[in-house]
């Protein structure tokens, strides 16, 4: 299926790897020209190097931290006008609610809620008046089925969950759509750095553990990014504009419930 993309231009945030890179990768497969952000300045000009050879996409590559005002102005000023917003930012870490300050919380709101927000302020007038826009923001499978170790982002992502079922419906008919992805287990560097820390603290092969918790799965393994990717795309596409305001959980199955 063509989505109907090609010379857009997305901006995604956060994606020199991972779930951000993967929804990269297949916009630009797509034919979709970025605007990618990231912190670290050698793994975004890699990524941004790869993506341009292999699909031949205009790719502008901007060191910024989208949680903090600089970040979000620079990355604004790179391309002020895109079709395309995906919202994405590393989780805060888990831990004990008790042990959570008021600057803690504050951290994780900046980064998981009101940042996305703030990117959307800055980018849906234009999408609106353009006729056209697609905002994507990725969030957990913590918003539908919460981790008590994970209040944090239970907290913050689902304040944004929140905002975006109203805004959303607000704009749909000017064909301008916000959507969540909410990840589950896929195979990425954060997941197996975590599953080799628990390893480590609790004295367990590394491979035992992610073979445990691959079978947990009811798919019986991890998602991988590219799927994940595709999805974001689907939802970007052109056939999408009747889709808004809905949290697709992504996780294989893991969540039990029927709604």
Not at 19 to 24: P, Q, S, Y
Not at 114 to 135: N, Q, S, W, Y
Not at 150 to 178: C, D, E, Q, Y
Request: aromatic letters at 6%; a neutral charge; charged letters at 20%.
């Amino acid at each position: 299926m063509k989505l109907g993309l090609e010379g857009r231009h997305a901006l995604v945030c956060a994606s020199s790897r991972g779930l951000g890179r993967a929804c990269a990768e297949s916009l630009a497969a797509e034919g979709v020209n970025l605007t990618l952000l990231a912190r670290g300045r050698d793994t975004l000009e890699e990524t941004a190097e790869h993506i341009r050879r292999t699909y031949g996409v205009l790719v502008h590559a901007v060191v910024a931290d989208i949680t903090t005002p600089a970040g979000r102005a620079a990355a604004l000023a790179a391309h002020p006008a895109p079709d395309i917003l995906v919202n994405n930012a590393g989780g805060p870490k888990p831990g004990h609610f008790q042990d959570w300050d008021r600057d803690t919380w504050i951290a994780a709101l900046d980064a998981n809620m009101l940042a996305p927000i703030e990117m959307i302020r800055a980018t849906l007038d234009g999408m609106v008046a353009r006729r056209f826009g697609r905002i994507v923001n990725i969030t957990s499978s913590a918003v539908k089925a919460p981790i008590d170790i994970l209040g944090l982002s239970n907290g913050a992502r689902s304040g944004l969950t929140g905002f975006v079922a109203g805004i959303a419906r607000k704009n749909v008919a000017h064909n301008v759509t916000i959507n969540n992805l909410l990840p589950g287990p896929f195979e990425t560097d954060r997941l197996l750095e975590t599953a080799r820390q628990w390893a480590k603290d609790n004295g367990q092969p590394e491979a035992e553990v992610l073979a445990r918790r691959r079978a947990a799965n009811p798919a019986g393994r991890f998602g991988q990014p590219q799927e994940f990717g595709d999805a974001c795309a689907f939802l970007c596409s052109a056939q999408a504009g009747f889709i808004t305001a809905q949290n697709l959980l992504l996780d294989g199955g893991s969540y039990p419930g029927t709604f």
